[in-house]
C-alpha cells in the first residue's frame, strides 16, 4: 500500500502567510513569513487539480516516503522505489518552485564529529514532523529492523541528522503508522510490526521530556492496520481513517477522545467513502482533505472532504480516473470556506489552495495549502455569492445550535452523575462509619473474651490453693494425735 506525506500553507488576512505542515493529515503551523507562489497563485479554477510547472532535477517515483516544511521549503526523505528503499533528501523550494538534492552527514554522540557525507539508512514507511526549525524523523521499514522505534533529528541549517535520546518503554519498531502532532506530543497510532504483523496500539512522546508513554484505551479501537490517514481536530480529538491489513483496505472512520482516552465510531453522513490505503490527507479548519490511495486493486480517484464539526463526508472532484504524471506538482484551489474549531487559535476563515504530485500507481506525495486572492471573490456572481454566504451562514449556526445541544446534554448527563456519585459517596462513608464501629464492637468483645478466660484461669488457680491449703492443714491435725518413737522412730509392739 502506497503512503503519502501532505504539506500547505494558509494566507491570514493580513497577507503574512502561515506555512503548514501535514504529516498523515495533521496540520502544523512551521513559520509565518510572507511566501510569494506565483504559480499556485495563478490558478482561477476551484476545486480542480491543476498541474504547476517546476524546475530542476525531479525526485525519483516514491512511495512510503515522508515530507515535511521547514521555512519556505519542503524536505521529502526516503520511500520505496521499485521495491527498493531511499535515504536521499530532496527539497522543493516554495519560492522558486525548484527541486535540488541534499547531501546530508550523520552527528555522532559527540557534537563536533560528523561522520563523512552519509545519511540515514534507507527506509520507508516512516514520519516526518517539523519541529520548530528542525525536523524529527520516526520509525519506518529498514533493510536492517530494530527492535524499538528511534528518533531522528534534521537541522536544515546544518544538513545534519542525529539521533536523539527517548526516556520511557519506547514502542517496538514499525512502518505504515501514522504520526499526529497534538500541543506538544506526538500520537502514534498502528503500523505494520516485525515479521508483518499490524498493530492497533496508541503511544505519546512528549516532546518537552523526550518520555514515552503507553494509554490504557476505553471503548472499541480500529482494528490493526496501517497506512492510514489520521488528524487531530479542536487539540482533543484524534481520527482515524481508513488504511488496510494484508488482505483488504477500510473506509471506517474511528475517533479517539484524548482526554477521557475513550475510543467512539462517529456516524457519519452524506457519502460513503470507499475503501482505501495509501492515501493522504489535509486539514483546513474544521475540513479534512483526503485523496489518493488505492484499495489494493485500482487507485481511487475522488479527493473527499470531511467536516469533522458534523462528520460529514462529501466528493470535492475526482482525477478524471488517472494519476497524474509522475513526480509533477498538481494543485487544487478548494472553495470550501474553513471554521475554526473550538480549541483552537482563532484565525481568519479561508479558502485553501492544495498542491500534490502523485506517483505512478496511487497515493498523493504531497500538497501545498494556500488562501485565494480576496479579488478573485469579488470577481464571482454578487447574487450568487450572497445566497451561497447566507446558506453556508445558516448551516454554520445549525451546525453550532446543534453542538451547544449536545453540550448541554452532556452537562445535564455529567450533572445527573455527579449527584448520583455524592449519594453514592455519602452511603459509602455512612458503611464505612458502621463498619469501622461494629469492627469497634467486635474488639470490646475479644477484649472482654480474653478477661472472661483470664478471670476463670484465677478462679481455678485459687481453688487449687485452697484445696492444697485444707489438704496440709488435715494432714498437720491428725500428726498430732501419733506418739514418735525414740530417736524419731516409731515403737513397734510384736
Not at 495549502?369 to 464571482?380: M, S
Request: charged letters at 25%; one cysteine or more; hydrophobic letters at 30%.
Amino acid at each position: 500500500m502506497a503512503s503519502a506525506k501532505v504539506s500547505h500553507t494558509v494566507k491570514s488576512a493580513s497577507e503574512e502567510s502561515k506555512v503548514l505542515v501535514v504529516e498523515n493529515g495533521k496540520m502544523v503551523d512551521v513559520q509565518d513569513k510572507e511566501i510569494t507562489m506565483e504559480g499556485l497563485c495563478s490558478i482561477s479554477s476551484y476545486d480542480q487539480w491543476a498541474r504547476i510547472p517546476v524546475s530542476g532535477p525531479l525526485p525519483k517515483p516514491r512511495y512510503k516516503h515522508a515530507a515535511a516544511v521547514v521555512q519556505e521549503k519542503m524536505y521529502v526523505f526516503g520511500g520505496n522505489h521499485n521495491g527498493r528503499y531511499l535515504g536521499d533528501m530532496q527539497v522543493l523550494d516554495f519560492k522558486s518552485l525548484s527541486w535540488s538534492k541534499l547531501e546530508a552527514k550523520i552527528q555522532s554522540e559527540e557534537p563536533s564529529d560528523l561522520t563523512g557525507t552519509a545519511s540515514l539508512p534507507p527506509c520507508a514507511g516512516h514520519a516526518l514532523v517539523p519541529w520548530g526549525n528542525k525536523i524529527l524523523c520516526l520509525a519506518g521499514h529498514t533493510r536492517e529492523p530494530t527492535e524499538s522505534l528511534s528518533v531522528k533529528e534534521f537541522d536544515p541549517q546544518t544538513c545534519t541528522w542525529s539521533t536523539l535520546r527517548t526516556y520511557g518503554r519506547s514502542p517496538s519498531s514499525c512502518g505504515g503508522q501514522s504520526v499526529t502532532l497534538v500541543g506538544g506530543t506526538l500520537v502514534v497510532f498502528g503500523g505494520e510490526g516485525d515479521g508483518r504483523s499490524l498493530l492497533n496500539d496508541l503511544h505519546v512522546l512528549d516532546l518537552e521530556t523526550m518520555t514515552w508513554d503507553e494509554f490504557e484505551t476505553t471503548g472499541t479501537p480500529p482494528s490493526p492496520r496501517s497506512e492510514h490517514a489520521a488528524a487531530c481536530y479542536a487539540d482533543r480529538y484524534l481520527l482515524i481513517f481508513g488504511g488496510g491489513s494484508h488482505s483488504t483496505c477500510f473506509s471506517d472512520l474511528h475517533l479517539l477522545d484524548m482526554q477521557t482516552m475513550e475510543w467512539s465510531r462517529p456516524e457519519h453522513q452524506g457519502i460513503t467513502p470507499k475503501p482505501r490505503a495509501g492515501h493522504a490527507g489535509v486539514t483546513v479548519g474544521e475540513n479534512w482533505f483526503i485523496t489518493g490511495g488505492g484499495n489494493n486493486k485500482k487507485g481511487v480517484p475522488e479527493t473527499l472532504v470531511l467536516n469533522m464539526s458534523t462528520f460529514v463526508w462529501s466528493v470535492v472532484t475526482g482525477l478524471e480516473g488517472r494519476a497524474p504524471p509522475t513526480s509533477e506538482i498538481y494543485a487544487l484551489k478548494s472553495s470550501r470556506k474553513s471554521g475554526v474549531p473550538s480549541g483552537q487559535l482563532n484565525e481568519p476563515e479561508t479558502n485553501g489552495l492544495a498542491s500534490v504530485a502523485e506517483n505512478s500507481s496511487r497515493g498523493v506525495i504531497f500538497e501545498i495549502e494556500e488562501l485565494q486572492d480576496e479579488k478573485t471573490i469579488k470577481r464571482a456572481d454578487t447574487s450568487k455569492t450572497l445566497l451561497q454566504a447566507v446558506k453556508g451562514e445558516k448551516s454554520h449556526i445549525e451546525e453550532k445550535l446543534n453542538q451547544e445541544e449536545l453540550q448541554s446534554s452532556r452537562l445535564k448527563q455529567e450533572l445527573a452523575n455527579v449527584e448520583t456519585k455524592n449519594e453514592l459517596d455519602l452511603v459509602r462513608n455512612q458503611l464505612s462509619a458502621e463498619e469501622a464501629r461494629a469492627s469497634q464492637l467486635e474488639n470490646e468483645i475479644s477484649d472482654l473474651q480474653q478477661r472472661l478466660q483470664k478471670m476463670e484461669t484465677l478462679e481455678k488457680e485459687s481453688e487449687s490453693l485452697r484445696l492444697e491449703k485444707d489438704a496440709e492443714s488435715d494432714d498437720s491435725s491428725s500428726g498430732s494425735n501419733q506418739r514418735p518413737a525414740d530417736k524419731g522412730f516409731w515403737r513397734w509392739n510384736g
